[in-house]
């Protein structure tokens, strides 16, 4: 296990040391300089070089690249060209809300998919098992802004029971009114996540239920109940957790549409607005933080899985699969 | 095909979307760009589906965008497939030490969302058609690569590659003859669902604002620009997000429809 711990960590390392790289390269790679975000139409030369010195485009590209290093090893990313203020605390500052945002969504939809999904496969000779997986299906080819869409029409502008969208100003300072201007967007993002999360728990039930294992614990006398708990559970949680690690990336990313739907100040909302405004230093900044996130949920995903499943424990050190 | 209800249901909802696209380019209502018909008219008489809120016909947007979704799909899945088998194949024939190199720079691709990626690309060129299937086309081309890579992998190990080597054929005779023949029908399957994956992101790169610009009437675009109006033009709101949903069903259908022709031990319920 340490072995492998090591050579996971060490795989991760690299992985931010190349992603940090990737980002690097191919934003530097375009045509034009960034230094022209800051300028004007007509800039004289001086102001270009000005501008150039001023977010060090004028430097070679190694140097430059050492420096996009050195900054991240500091946690500095940097200083908007836009509102001149740091890329790091602005960051901090929207995760306040996309963190919340993420989280929640993921446990929302784990809750409707583990019993949804379980149900599928157990009841699947009734009406209302291929009816859940039907929708299941549906759910995973819907864009998720349009379900946010579909949602404000119907819970913000005609019933009038839900905000359509923002966040209060003072952050969480009122818990109350944070949460309530969350509901919509947890539940767009928990209604789409779970429809690809219902499809792996009801193809690790399916496997389960058709297992020799759990016929025999019935014919040994287990109840239904007692040999899913023993045998059943453990069996079909190895699959299901190795998914978890992606789904919960993926709501990330679910999270960064969505807030844009219901105008959200969080990361998603401050990459577009990087984008389009090509404020670079807020584009890195936000997408070298997200690839972060992502690499570090499939480490924390990896491990899990590892310290869960016996067989792989005991395989120390084993192969890349 | 009989018994294969879902399979011929999502080939229909496939080739539907398919025709409108073809048609789009023959014959429209008006022209996309055209503004005269006022705004937000309601669906019927000399507006089929009425007007958006600059006065372009919708219909004419709908069709359009059925084009725009699948030249951005498909686009992106020849894209992302070309590079994606092409490295595959190499990571599959590689030595150990740049097998181990390519698995790990892929991994570090895939680890890289699409959407992000997407972005990325597009913060750093600019929105355009191009970069929307340059950007899906690379982000798919990690996981088609992982993909390809073990399929690769999988029938190298076989006796009969052995057998091919020993009486003297040539290796790319043996990609040729054994392997492409082998893993393609897991390819494809793979691919197709690509194909949903890729239209759904280009929805959402759209719906940010950063995909293909006007007159490339996007379903994403007609959604975000419906959004304001929701409540007094329903149509232009949910006809897009119909179409998307249609044809993005249609595409996993089909696929699971590959999968079992691909595989017909394969049970159908799953």
């Known amino acids: 296990m340490a072995r492998y711990l090591l050579r996971r960590t060490a795989f991760l390392l690299g992985s931010l040391l190349l992603a940090a790289s990737l980002l690097f390269v191919l934003l530097r790679l375009l045509p034009g300089d960034p230094a022209n975000a800051l300028l004007t139409v007509g800039a004289t030369p001086e102001q270009v070089a000005a501008a150039r010195r001023q977010i060090g485009s004028d430097l070679p590209l190694p140097e430059q690249f050492g420096a996009w290093l050195a900054g991240l090893a500091r946690l500095d990313l940097g200083t908007s060209f836009v509102s001149r203020l740091p890329v790091g605390p602005e960051i901090?500052?929207?995760?306040?809300?996309?963190?919340?945002?993420?989280?929640?969504?993921?446990?929302?939809?784990?809750?409707?998919?583990?019993?949804?999904?379980?149900?599928?496969?157990?009841?699947?000779?009734?009406?209302?098992?291929?009816?859940?997986?039907?929708?299941?299906?549906?759910?995973?080819?819907?864009?998720?802004?349009?379900?946010?869409?579909?949602?404000?029409?119907?819970?913000?502008?005609?019933?009038?029971?839900?905000?359509?969208?923002?966040?209060?100003?003072?952050?969480?300072?009122?818990?109350?009114?944070?949460?309530?201007?969350?509901?919509?967007?947890?539940?767009?993002?928990?209604?789409?996540?779970?429809?690809?999360?219902?499809?792996?728990?009801?193809?690790?039930?399916?496997?389960?239920?058709?297992?020799?294992?759990?016929?025999?614990?019935?014919?040994?006398?287990a109840s239904f109940a007692g040999a899913m708990w023993r045998h059943g559970l453990r069996n079909a949680a190895v699959p299901v957790v190795s998914i978890l690690g992606i789904e919960l990336a993926t709501t990330f990313l679910g999270a960064v549409v969505v807030e844009s739907v219901f105008t959200l100040p969080g990361l998603?909302?401050?990459?577009?607005?990087?984008?389009?405004?090509?404020?670079?230093?807020?584009?890195?900044?936000?997408?070298?933080?997200?690839?972060?996130?992502?690499?570090?949920?499939g480490f924390a995903a990896d491990l899990g899985q590892r310290l869960m499943d016996p067989r792989l424990r005991a395989h120390v050190g084993g192969g890349r699969s | 095909m009989r018994g294969r209800p879902t399979f011929v249901i999502g080939c229909v909802l496939v080739a539907v979307v398919f025709v409108v696209a073809l048609g789009s380019l023959i014959w429209l209502p008006y022209d996309p760009a055209d503004t005269s018909?006022?705004?937000?008219?309601?669906?019927?008489?000399?507006?089929?589906?009425?007007?958006?809120?600059?006065?372009?016909?919708?219909?004419?947007?709908?069709?359009?965008?059925?084009?725009?979704?699948?030249?951005?799909?498909?686009?992106?899945?020849?894209?992302?497939?070309?590079?994606?088998?092409?490295?595959?194949?190499?990571?599959?024939?590689?030595?150990?030490?740049?097998?181990?190199?390519?698995?790990?720079?892929?991994?570090?691709?895939?680890?890289?969302?699409?959407?992000?990626?997407?972005?990325?690309?597009?913060?750093?060129?600019?929105?355009?058609?191009?970069?929307?299937?340059?950007?899906?086309?690379?982000?798919?081309?990690?996981?088609?690569?992982?993909?390809?890579?073990?399929?690769?992998?999988?029938?190298?190990?076989?006796?009969?590659?052995?057998?091919?080597?020993?009486?003297?054929?040539?290796?790319?005779?043996?990609?040729?003859?054994h392997v492409l023949p082998n893993i393609w029908p897991t390819l494809l399957v793979n691919l197709a669902l690509q194909l949903g994956l890729a239209v759904l992101a280009e929805a959402a790169l759209s719906y940010l604002g950063l995909g293909p610009p006007p007159p490339n009437a996007s379903w994403g675009r007609l959604l975000q620009e419906a959004q304001a109006t929701v409540l007094t033009a329903p149509t232009g709101a949910i006809a897009p997000g119909v179409l998307l949903v249609v044809l993005v069903v249609g595409v996993n259908l089909v696929a699971d429809g590959f999968r079992d022709l691909a595989d017909p031990t394969r049970r159908r319920s799953r």
Do not use: C
């Open chain 1, 92 to 221: 901090a500052e929207r995760l306040v809300v996309t963190v919340p945002l993420t989280l929640l969504s993921f446990a929302l939809a784990v809750v409707i998919a583990l019993p949804v999904g379980f149900l599928a496969a157990w009841r699947s000779d009734r009406w209302y098992g291929p009816l859940l997986n039907g929708v299941s299906q549906l759910g995973i080819a819907v864009p998720v802004f349009w379900i946010g869409m579909l949602l404000v029409t119907v819970f913000a502008l005609r019933l009038r029971v839900l905000p359509a969208g923002g966040f209060p100003r003072e952050d969480w300072a009122d818990p109350g009114r944070a949460l309530t201007s969350l509901v919509l967007p947890v539940v767009t993002i928990a209604l789409v996540m779970s429809a690809s999360l219902i499809r792996y728990v009801r193809s690790a039930t399916l496997d389960v239920l058709g297992s020799d294992y759990l016929r025999t614990a019935r014919a040994l006398g």
């Open chain 2, 37 to 177: 018909g006022g705004r937000l008219v309601p669906p019927g008489g000399a507006h089929l589906l009425g007007t958006d809120k600059l006065g372009r016909d919708l219909l004419t947007q709908l069709m359009v965008g059925a084009r725009i979704a699948l030249t951005v799909g498909v686009g992106s899945v020849l894209l992302g497939g070309a590079l994606g088998v092409a490295g595959g194949l190499l990571a599959g024939f590689a030595t150990r030490w740049l097998d181990d190199l390519l698995s790990a720079a892929l991994d570090i691709l895939i680890a890289f969302p699409t959407l992000l990626l997407a972005m990325l690309v597009v913060a750093a060129r600019e929105a355009s058609l191009g970069s929307a299937v340059l950007a899906i086309g690379l982000a798919m081309s990690g996981i088609v690569a992982r993909l390809t890579r073990v399929l690769v992998k999988r029938v190298l190990a076989q006796d009969y590659i052995t057998a091919a080597r020993t009486s003297g054929a040539s290796w790319p005779r043996v990609v040729a003859e």
């Open chain 1, 268 to 297: 998603g909302t401050m990459l577009v607005e990087g984008i389009a405004e090509h404020d670079y230093p807020v584009i890195q900044g936000v997408l070298v933080v997200s690839t972060f996130a992502v690499l570090v949920i």
